[in-house]
């Protein structure tokens, strides 16, 4: 579906769709506007679909540039008129009566507000407006010129990869001779099957200049031989007749067969040959499939090379066994620094020391990317080696992928991963120019700010937030931006997108006024046509200031602030009134920052204050109806006004730690997520009020004593409560060293569809509830502390069926190993932490956990040594990575060492080649275990609803 509000319709969606509720409603009656509106939608649909027609150009005409901003604009300023029409007729409302008590009251409400003479005006002004776009179309002849720009071709920027010389290869040489050998390996039967290796990874990283190399060094073991580029708009015939000219190139009259005729002549003609093809640069698995029916299995131990942007792809075209997806990653710092130096001054000794400084910032930004590192380095060998003129290329590397012609193939080829995009996430990646560079961008801030943008449209069978992750994890998919903090079911956490792609998307997003970046190096206000959409102030200084000042900011939707700037040179929130997004995260000072006119953001749909250390609620937030989210997580404000609960529309509440849940809480029935409330101060009535909450899915609550019997009245409550839950997400805490949960014991009912469980902040259960082998069949995450280990807890855990991650801590030292049978179950569980104060030893049986991947475990020594150190690894066939951390009380050094040295040696003879992290850790550092937990428990507010639901 297409979004409400996107960067190549702006507008248009939204504002139709509001349009037509207008006419429909009991408002349309209203005389005084009725004629206009029509007239208005009218006009306005006809320029929406001239406006589409465009959408899928890829490099337009300047003038056809032009056009389209103005369309553009136009559909943003008629919302924005509407909007606060809208917003001044629904003062009205609540009114019971006759219809035509109703508008005469709605009439009278116009007069009072002056806004009869005022919408009338504004009407006629758009009127106006798309009149005159519309006949500046005809003037500048778009039609023609749009015609004409679909003959324009351009050079392929990646020729250059096919013939680069072996003696300028850098970093790739590894990969090179690993994968060569695996091209020649034959398999130990008959037949000999036809293999295929996908090489993938983000534009720019050197896919082509690796498979070519691998191709040169296994080419003579061949029959024939081919490289054909697919492009994202393939054309099968013309790729076929291709690699018919190169594999046998006398025949004749190939320029009038069709495309089965070419598919069938050239499975013949490699039918008995060990046949070697390189297919570059394929976009979508429906190319493949085109494709690959023209290589035929014929037992000849034939290869094919594919090269791909995008990771679901590349899966599509190794699905036979004996095939491999080859995953590329960015040159280390030493490569890099080779390839950049090397290129420039022959090599790094070469360089002078005065231009080093300023070369390893200009490398940072190239962040490993080989494309980037040679486009610099063919840039910088053509100015002065001064530094002064390095530090300023340095600073506009933005202005120099615009226009420096050294840095054009660069700019073209990253431009691919964004006109590949369907405009859906054009809209979402351009918005990623939000954040400053090195950014690490949260998943679910990112998620709902897409969401209160309006770039998700609704869908039957997802919700909005579920399309928005799935665009989310597309744009990594597609290696646009890169994965953090990958989660135990796979997911990213987090993510950040590559210097010189922010610098390509910043650019785009200028240009197409839909993102204004303020600081940062970025000033873009200048070269703009329209008001300013939306605004992020990177940095501000009284110059900047000054500059904003002269800015009408009545039209910026989003604002956000991404440093601890000056707070005094930022504008008043009186000039925003048209914000659905005001983001302050991570700005402290913002105490200083008069928030008074909160109540005029009157469209505001996320408000994000987390980490600013304010200790009240900014005056007006009870006027905001149409408020989705709020985070106050690490602020002092651990007191909510009882107003809140008015915000019916709210459905993510993030506070304080500790924070006591407002009464009236049951009425919010949209409320989706919850933390990080305290259960103790809290009232019985408003933690009855939670089972109310129907559409909750996340729960992060606070225990902060116990044993009184209001506490245990409370507990009851909570739990009565929580059993009347659907799906959910709990998570409990503490507040006190140790804290045991033995109300707990007897949770019954328990809530339908728990998904994830997690304890922590020093509660424990003496032994595993009984009602832990009842939990739902769909549990996936579980963080659970237990006074003691025992075996017979590991059994009972073993038999939860979907089970992926598995954190256990102890309260008692151990005093025996801890065995993982092969028959304990944890059947699906990827990721199993063991924790205890003192360390524990575990040890894996075969056939125990296997399709565990990470394993993280605080391994005490004088206890291993009894057993020869032996974790027993070996036996978990899927192990990605282990962390292991020593402890080292009543142990020798030697001890020390022959047990890290075991640990390496058992992962050195696994077949996975696991990475292993070992730590030793003194004894006085686990004296200060106590303060540890104090501190967890200060982090909760920071870290609850986000990373604590999903570990």
Not at 28 to 48: A, F, M, P
Not at 106 to 115: R, S
Not at 157 to 177: F, K, M, N, Q, T
Request: overall charge negative; some cysteine.
């Amino acid at each position: 579906m297409v979004p409400l509000v996107s960067v190549e319709l702006g507008a248009f969606e939204s504002l139709l769709v509001k349009l037509n509720g207008l006419l429909d409603s009991e408002y349309g009656r209203l005389k005084v506007v009725r004629r206009e509106i029509r007239y208005l939608e009218s006009e306005l649909i006809s320029l929406h679909a001239e406006l589409q027609r465009y959408t899928d150009l890829e490099d337009p005409d300047v003038q056809v540039k032009l056009w389209i901003s103005l369309v553009r604009e136009l559909s943003y300023d008629t919302e924005d008129v509407f909007d606060e029409f809208l917003h001044n007729l629904g003062k009205g409302r609540g009114h019971r009566g006759s219809l035509k008590e109703f508008l005469s009251k709605i009439a009278l409400i116009l007069e009072k507000l002056g806004v009869r003479s005022t919408i009338a005006h504004q009407i006629n002004d758009l009127k106006v407006r798309t009149q005159e776009v519309k006949e500046l179309k005809d003037r500048y002849k778009v039609d023609n010129i749009r015609c004409n720009a679909s003959g324009h071709t351009v050079r392929d920027p990646r020729l250059c990869a096919l013939y680069v010389e072996e003696a300028h290869l850098v970093g790739i040489e590894g990969p090179r001779d690993d994968l060569a050998k695996w091209m020649m390996e034959e398999e130990n039967s008959s037949p000999k099957h036809r293999k295929v290796l996908c090489i993938v990874g983000f534009g720019g990283l050197g896919k082509t200049t690796l498979a070519n190399a691998v191709y040169r060094k296994v080419e003579g073991y061949f029959h024939c031989r081919a490289f054909v580029s697919v492009s994202q708009k393939p054309d099968i015939k013309r790729i076929i007749k291709n690699v018919i000219n190169q594999v046998c190139p006398y025949i004749k009259d190939i320029e009038i067969w069709d495309e089965i005729a070419a598919i069938e002549t050239l499975r013949d003609l490699l039918k008995y040959k060990r046949y070697l093809i390189i297919i570059d640069d394929i976009w979508s698995a429906s190319a493949w499939n085109a494709i690959k029916y023209a290589f035929p299995e014929n037992n000849n131990s034939s290869r094919i090379i594919v090269t791909t942007r995008i990771v679901d792809v590349a899966k599509s075209c190794c699905l036979s066994r004996g095939d491999r997806m080859y995953e590329m990653e960015v040159l280390s710092d030493l490569y890099s620094r080779r390839l950049f130096f090397d290129r420039i001054f022959g090599s790094e000794n070469c360089c002078p020391d005065v231009l080093k400084e300023v070369s390893i910032g200009i490398l940072k930004k190239c962040g490993g990317l080989p494309l980037a590192i040679i486009s610099m380095s063919s840039l910088l060998a053509t100015r002065p080696a001064v530094k002064e003129e390095w530090e300023k290329v340095k600073r506009s590397i933005g202005s120099e992928l615009e226009n420096s012609r050294s840095l054009e193939g660069m700019n073209r080829i990253l431009s691919l991963s964004y006109n590949d995009l369907p405009p859906s996430l054009k809209t979402c990646l351009l918005y990623l120019s939000v954040f400053p560079e090195d950014y690490v961008i949260e998943r679910e801030r990112l998620v709902r700010r897409w969401i209160a943008e309006g770039f998700i449209s609704q869908e039957h069978d997802q919700s909005q937030e579920e399309i928005a992750e799935r665009y989310f994890y597309e744009l990594i998919n597609k290696n646009i931006v890169q994965p953090i903090d990958i989660g135990y079911d796979g997911k990213a956490h987090a993510c950040r997108v590559p210097y010189v792609m922010l610098e390509i998307i910043t650019l785009k997003s200028a240009e197409d006024n839909f993102m204004t970046v303020v600081g940062g190096g970025q000033r873009n206000m200048a070269n703009r046509h329209g008001f300013i959409r939306r605004l992020s102030i990177q940095h501000i200084d009284q110059e900047l200031a000054s500059a904003l000042a002269k800015e009408d900011l009545s039209h910026v939707r989003s604002l956000t602030i991404t440093s601890s700037c000056s707070m005094k040179h930022l504008p008043s929130l009186a000039e925003f009134k048209a914000l659905r997004v005001l983001d302050f995260e991570g700005c402290q000072g913002l105490e200083g920052y008069v928030m008074n006119n909160m109540d005029k953001l009157f469209k505001l749909k996320y408000l994000g204050l987390r980490d600013t250390g304010i200790s009240k609620l900014p005056p007006g937030i009870l006027m905001l109806v149409d408020l989705e989210t709020i985070d106050l997580r690490g602020t002092s404000v651990h007191e909510l006004t009882s107003g809140i609960v008015q915000l019916r529309k709210l459905q993510h509440l993030f506070v304080a730690a500790r924070t006591e849940i407002p009464k009236g809480i049951g009425d919010m029935r949209n409320l989706r997520v919850m933390s990080c409330f305290s259960v103790t101060s809290s009232t019985a009535d408003a933690l009855e009020e939670l089972k109310n909450l129907t559409s909750l899915d996340k729960l992060s609550v606070f225990f902060e004593s116990e044993g009184s019997n209001e506490c245990k009245q409370h507990e009851e409550m909570l739990l009565s409560s929580l059993g009347k839950l659907g799906t959910c997400r709990l998570s409990l805490w503490t507040h006190k060293w140790r804290g045991s949960l033995e109300f707990l014991d007897s949770w019954t009912p328990l809530p339908s569809s728990l998904e994830n469980f997690r304890m922590s902040g020093g509660c424990y259960f003496m032994n595993i509830p009984k009602w832990i082998s009842t939990l739902p069949r769909n549990l996936a995450y579980l963080e659970i502390s237990l006074t003691e280990s025992r075996e017979e807890d590991l059994h009972t855990l073993g038999k939860l069926p979907a089970l992926l991650y598995l954190k256990l801590s102890f309260i008692a030292d151990p005093i025996e190993r801890i065995t993982v049978q092969g028959t304990s179950g944890f059947l699906s569980l990827k990721e199993f932490v063991i924790y205890s104060v003192a360390g524990a030893y575990v040890n894996f049986m075969e056939g125990a956990m296997p399709s565990l991947e990470k394993l993280n475990v605080r391994l005490h020594v004088s206890l291993a040594k009894n057993y020869g150190f032996n974790l027993g690894i070996q036996h978990l066939p899927y192990l990605k990575e282990a962390v292991v951390s020593l402890y080292k009380v009543d142990v020798t050094p030697s001890e020390i060492n022959a047990a890290a040295a075991a640990i390496r040696n058992e992962a050195r003879d696994h077949s996975n080649r696991p990475t292993i992290d070992i730590s030793g850790e003194s004894y006085e550092k686990h004296n200060e275990e106590i303060g540890s937990y104090v501190a967890e428990i200060k982090e909760v507010g920071e870290t609850s609803g986000s990373s604590s639901f999903s570990g």
